[in-house]
């Protein structure tokens, strides 16, 4: 009976530790990796939005750097008037 109560918390210590390193080494580290990719993720979001503003104001001037050589090439040229 002695021998059975040994074994049996032998038994619950080994599981015991062995739930603990599951927990620490495996899901600890898995929770910290997933908020890190999280992270990570919405920093390149961030800088996709970033870009993709800053492209989008260079298009705007471009934009209206054509629309003013377009005004330009019209005021330089004179109106032909025939002369008799």
């Keep these: 009976m002695f021998y059975f109560c040994v074994m049996k918390i032998i038994l619950w210590g080994l599981l015991i530790y062995l739930l603990y390193n599951l ?5 600890v580290p898995a929770s910290k990796i ?3 990719m999280k992270d990570k993720v919405r920093e390149m979001q961030q800088q996709q939005e970033e870009a993709r503003k800053k492209f989008e104001q260079q298009q705007q001037y471009q934009q209206q750097a054509q629309k003013a050589t377009e005004v330009r090439k019209d005021e330089d040229y004179i109106d032909f008037e025939e002369i008799k």
């Design 23 to 27: 927990i620490f080494k495996v899901v």
């Design 34 to 36: 997933a908020s890190q």
